[in-house]
């Protein structure tokens, strides 16, 4: 196998040249006229808010649209690309949010997929497992060729799409918001497996809407901004302020400072809770906590401590294997989503496409997912149509969701307005106790702000909001309360405003006695 | 390429899929009497009598146009039963057996009750019948919503259980026995009561009021999938069952409940056969399609045909009716065996689904991002179209 390194030709002629890009969909110019470059050994980054036209670009890159209008070039030569096997064989690789791996077949299969054999037609596993473990070990990307993918987290799984890329030799890598669904660690070493990448000359394109990571990867940035390109910088002239002025087409103040919360009564509160996951540990492990009308209190910690199945448990999405949970008076006890909405949950769940929506419904069937029976929607069982609608389209203008309109299919939304969607659709009602899974991940910094700030008015509303979320920014921003969950418990709580990032951190690495608990607050920390 | 033939290329593909999707129907039509009239040919009969005879025995004059629409009504029925549990993303191939258990269930409650009036009677056993689909759709329905079993499996099985209990039935218990064959019963019932018989609404045709019920019943379906909330819940449930739960509503009880209304589509099918007929007894012979003369299959072309929405299959079940009657008569008149009518009917049907199927592929390779963006976890493809039914793999 030859190295990327050898291909790059001609000096000064960048890897792949992207001129004059317009895709036009029903109703939106998802890219106009673009132009877009990547380097070879550089780290191009694409930059945006919601809905900007990032993935469209890329996905027309990638072979999955066809542009309107514009040219591609890879190497200096003019390309029609067709199909994503036509850019794999170009050397172009891409990583989406959303994995494409199947769930039942080992790693090295999953890697065999769509390759051809040296065998012929018998599969040839044995050396592509060798290969995997040579590029594992080059990049030390820890994988195990025999795994199968469904054991696998999310941070191995990308590891597994990176292994991907790598064994087809890609000489261009576009990766998809990558860092969304992972922790801050996982993050650090992706970045190093990325610098290494490029080392052999590959180009690199780059999504996210974390600020920090773009200024710390990238060599040079591009912002999109309703589908245009207004500007490409090298990352050494960028900044925070100035990111975000391309961005948003005008200076704006991201950092808020929402007040404290007072609380008032319980509402929410989870005794000595046992919850099975997927692998069939137990992923809840005795955890209690109380949450009160008027206040946030947010869950920190690394991913996977079983953070999802607490919140499927009070979701009523899985049965708890013991312990209790109530909601304002109810008491939740067999897993029956119907019965907490009833007692007054909303739920922002963490599986967007699975559970938030219904992807094939438009984006008014999506927001009326909930309330379909309410008496504001239907009448004697009939849909009110009209009401329905003049509900939706506040909802969407309240919340920002870029649609082209209410009868969009919510798949042809960009992921960022697909969480807004749901979002909307959850604080429409006005519900007792909300609970929110990563209220904003992969939304943009202005929307961040905008989500942070409905939460508090949420909370100042008298609702007790909980919220898990992997960003420690963001639970040190709008939280008035901070539990850490570690191997199924809580823990340790802090305050936000008392304690430091770096003493919640310790405790989500499951340091115990870095803080000092806290008075009055004996019952959260478990057993 | 240049850009410009590039533009046209892209136009062209578009005027095709335009083409594709508005005479797909027509042109597997066409296609497959083309093929029809070849087979007469080689049969040694002339095609053009041949059709000739099938068009005007199936749409020439009230009588004609009358016998089309009975025949078609119980097909309506069973297609806007198929149209609901699709929307459940159930797929209900047990229309054979709802059928037949529909008739039994009208039938005995019309020899139950052999002294009531008419406006009393009718409706009894109509209701009568919609009870026994609805049950005999109600199991399948609850076993693949609670315990996750294959409806197609057990659509099929209960078909069979349905078909050994009418057989049983109408040899034994409810055998008319008073006809005198020296060769045995024929496994019917009684003569019916008048008062039972479904009243003819336009004199000198066979244009009954089931007819009539068969299209409002539709119209009924489609406002209930498309204008009321357990519609919506229908719909919902059956493109994402995940995205349903989390928002509370009632997955399986949905579930089941399409079934349930889906059979009971079936079961008013089965009724009107027995009322709408023309011995007015419930006759089978003792084959597996003898009473419901494949009905509950055909409505499953119908609603194909019918692109799985309700008004629209209203035209196609009277198309297909037309079909059926005319190959009566085009049979007669040629005097090609009965078979090739068979077979014509079947061309139709492989037409129309390869024609969908053509379809589909020019939209998603035309416009990919129709395809692109379907996630792992998603239905592969939009419920409208004909052929997803079986694409899409249950969870
Ligand atoms: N398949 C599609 N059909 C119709 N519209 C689409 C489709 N894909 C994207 N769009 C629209 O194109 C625009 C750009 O979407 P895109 O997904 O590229 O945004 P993005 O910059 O990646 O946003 P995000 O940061 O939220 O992921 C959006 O308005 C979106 O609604
Ligand atoms: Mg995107």
């Known amino acids: ?527 | 390429m240049s850009r410009f033939s590039v533009a046209v290329g892209e136009a062209w593909k578009d005027r095709r899929r335009l083409l594709l999707s508005w005479f797909a129907l027509p042109l597997s039509l066409v296609a497959a009497l083309l093929l029809g009239a070849i087979m007469m040919l080689a049969l040694g009969a002339n095609p053009i009598t041949g059709y000739n005879a099938l068009i005007v025995g199936a749409f020439d004059g009230s009588y004609a146009l009358g016998s089309t629409a009975v025949r078609a009504a119980p097909l309506l029925l069973v297609a806007v039963g198929i149209c609901v549990a699709f929307r459940a993303n159930v797929f209900n191939i047990g229309g054979e057996g709802q059928l037949a258990m529909g008739g039994l269930a009208s039938s005995a409650t019309a020899l139950a009750l052999p002294n009531l009036p008419s406006i009393e009677l009718i409706p009894l056993v109509l209701l009568a019948g919609a009870a026994g689909g609805a049950a005999w759709g109600a199991i399948p329905g609850a076993f693949k919503a609670y315990f996750n079993v294959n409806e197609i499996l057990s659509t099929i099985m209960l078909n069979l259980v349905a078909v050994q209990i009418m057989n049983w039935l109408l040899a034994g218990p409810m055998v008319d026995k008073t006809q005198n064959s020296t060769y045995g019963l024929i496994p019917e019932t009684r003569l019916l009561p008048r008062a039972s018989w479904l009243p003819i609404l336009i004199p000198n045709t066979q244009l009954h009021l089931g007819v009539l019920i068969a299209v409002v019943v539709a119209v009924g379906v489609w406002v209930l999938i498309y204008r009321t909330s357990f519609g919506f819940r229908i719909q919902a449930v059956g493109l994402s069952r995940d995205a349903s739960r989390y928002a509370g509503m009632p997955v399986k009880r949905t579930m089941t409940l399409a079934m349930t209304i889906s059979g009971a589509m079936c079961g008013l099918a089965g009724a009107l056969l027995v009322f709408g007929s023309i011995s007015h007894r419930m006759v089978t012979d003792g084959s597996l399609t003898g009473f419901t003369g494949s009905d509950g299959f055909n409505g499953i072309v119908v609603a194909l045909f019918g692109a799985l929405n309700p008004l629209w299959t209203i035209i196609s079940a009277f198309l297909f009716g037309g079909l059926l009657v005319g190959g009566d008569a085009l049979q007669v008149a040629t005097g090609v065996p009965a078979d090739m009518v068979t077979a014509l009917e079947g061309l139709v049907v492989v037409f129309v689904v390869s024609l969908e199927y053509m379809r589909r592929r020019s939209r998603t390779t035309s416009s990919p991002s129709r395809r692109s963006r379907a996630r792992p976890t998603e239905p592969v493809a939009p419920a409208e179209s004909l052929v997803t039914a079986d694409e899409r793999s249950d969870p």
Not at chain 1, 166 to 186: F, G, H, I, K, M
Not at chain 1, 254 to 270: F, H, I
Not at chain 1, 300 to 309: H, K, L, P, Y
């Open chain 1, 1 to 527: 196998m030859t190295t990327p390194a050898a291909s790059p030709s001609r000096e000064g002629v960048p890897l792949l040249q992207m001129m004059g890009i317009t895709k036009r969909f029903p109703g939106v110019v998802a890219n106009d006229r673009v132009d877009f470059d990547v380097r070879s050994g550089e780290i191009h980054t694409l930059f945006g808010e919601n809905g900007a036209g990032k993935s469209t670009l890329m996905r027309v890159l990638y072979g999955l649209y066809r542009p309107d209008e514009g040219e591609i070039q890879v190497n200096g030569a003019k390309v029609a690309i067709t199909s994503p096997a036509d850019a794999i064989r170009r050397g172009i690789g891409m990583i989406h949010q959303h994995f494409m791996l199947v769930d039942t077949l080992s790693v090295a299969e999953n890697v065999a997929l769509g390759e051809k054999s040296q065998r012929g037609p018998l599969t040839d596993l044995g050396r592509v497992s060798e290969r995997i473990r040579e590029l594992a070990d080059t990049y030390r990307l820890n994988v195990d060729p025999q795994a199968i993918i469904w054991q696998l987290s999310v941070g191995e799984r990308q590891r597994v799409e990176i292994i991907k890329a790598l064994y087809r030799n890609v000489s261009l890598l576009v990766l998809d918001e990558p860092t969304a669904v992972l922790t801050p660690r996982e993050v650090d070493e992706l970045f190093v497996v990325l610098r290494q990448m490029t080392e052999g000359g590959r180009g690199l394109v780059f999504i996210s809407h974390k600020i920090h990571e773009v200024l710390d990867i990238s060599d040079r940035i591009t912002v999109l901004r309703a589908g245009r390109n207004v500007g490409t910088i090298q990352s050494s002239e960028a900044s925070r302020a100035r990111l975000v002025e391309l961005m948003v087409g005008r200076a704006v103040a991201l950092e808020s400072q929402p007040s404290k919360g007072t609380g008032g009564e319980v509402r929410l509160s989870v005794k000595d809770l046992h919850v099975k996951g997927d692998r069939g540990i137990e992923a809840v492990r005795g955890l209690s906590l109380e949450v009160s009308a008027g206040e946030i209190v947010g869950i920190a910690g690394v991913s996977g401590n079983g953070q999802r199945e607490l919140s499927e448990a009070i979701a009523g999405l899985r049965t708890p294997l013991s312990g209790s949970i109530r909601l304002g008076d109810a008491e939740l006890s067999a897993a029956n989503p119907a019965d907490a909405r009833a007692a007054g949950l909303a739920y922002v769940p963490e599986e967007r496409m699975r559970d938030g929506v219904v992807p094939f419904f438009t984006v008014a069937q999506n927001l009326l997912l909930v309330e379909n029976r309410s008496r504001d929607y239907s009448r004697l069982g009939f849909l009110r149509t009209r009401a329905i609608r003049r509900h939706c389209q506040e909802l969407i203008s309240a919340f920002d969701v870029r649609t082209p309109s209410l009868d969009t299919p919510a798949r042809n939304l960009s992921g960022g307005n697909i969480q807004k969607l749901i979002m909307a659709r959850e604080l429409s009602g006005s519900p007792q106790v909300l609970l929110v899974a990563q209220p904003t991940r992969g939304i943009d910094v202005g929307a961040t702000r905008y989500i942070h700030e409905r939460l508090v008015v949420q909370r100042d509303d008298g609702t007790a909001v909980l919220i898990i979320s992997e960003d420690l920014d963001e639970i040190m921003t709008i939280c008035d309360r901070v539990l850490v969950m570690y191997e199924g418990t809580i823990i340790g709580s802090a305050d936000p405003r008392v304690n430091t990032r770096e003493e919640i951190g310790m405790l989500m690495a499951g340091v115990k006695s870095a803080v000092p608990p806290l008075a009055g607050e004996p019952a959260t920390a478990s057993p």
